[in-house]
């Protein structure tokens, strides 16, 4: 990418209005944007607006923007949150070097379907903070349409009991999942996103009630996985088949209906 201009607003306000102008961009880590091709007339670099921070607050953990992978999977605050998911999710993508950089929020304004990260979040009902939108869930976010034209300023983890289970599937340690997938138990629900199908992850939630039944009727979990996942979208690309990814995301569901359940 080529910026045409370059600034570090001191303030949420001055960061706003400049995202107004004709051919801004927000810059998060910067590590995406820096692959593209695109001219830009404007970035603007949230550095100075305290966003990389993780914070118990009482009602729920903030995590700023501009927070970086590695700083999630270090985080005292997350180690233990839903079994440590977000931890694990940030710490299988590449590199410490490309962790040190990458963001939270880039990563969920970028909406990529090959996201590790996004699958947990939108499992444990992740919420979003925007500057002037306010709050809305992940899930909603991911449903709309067209360029996002708000500042993200925190993602909000809720503080739910629950423990977890999350899965990548890759065929070298540094390259994008093939399928990643996750399982969060947490209340009378099970949660269940799948990512990189190659599309960007979606969620489906079920009763705990209704797989203890069909476990006690003798359902194996793989017959219960496998219609969980049968609900989900899969497609093909160059890393896997449509097929393949079904059979991978049915064993790794299973998995981790197990691991929870157990
Ligand atoms: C070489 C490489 C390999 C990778 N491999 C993987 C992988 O295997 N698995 C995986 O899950 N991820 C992978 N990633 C993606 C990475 O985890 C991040 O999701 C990605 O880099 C985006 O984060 P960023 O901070 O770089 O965002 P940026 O590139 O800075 O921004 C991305 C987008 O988000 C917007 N944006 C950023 N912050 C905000 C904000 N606060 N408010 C509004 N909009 C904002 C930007 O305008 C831009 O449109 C990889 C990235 C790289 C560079």
Redesign the pocket.
Known sequence: MKLLDYKKPESMEEAYSLYELEGS?????????K?GNQTKALGID?EKLGLNKIEDKEDGIYIG?MTN?YQLEESEILKDVYSGIISLSASK??GVQ?RN???I???V??K?G????ITPLLAIGAKLKFYKAGVMTLEEFMAKKGK?LD??TDVIIPKAEGNGCFETFKKTSID??VVNMTVVKSGNQISIAVGARPGVAKVNRIEIEEVIKQREAGTPLHDISAKVISEFNFGANHRASKEYRIQLATVLVADGLKEVLA
């Open positions: 961009e927000i810059i998060g880590g910067g590590a995406w944007l692959l949230l923007a992978l993508i590449m490309v950089i990458a963001t929020g880039g990563t304004c970028g990529y090959f996201s590790d990260l996002n500042i993200l994008f999942a």
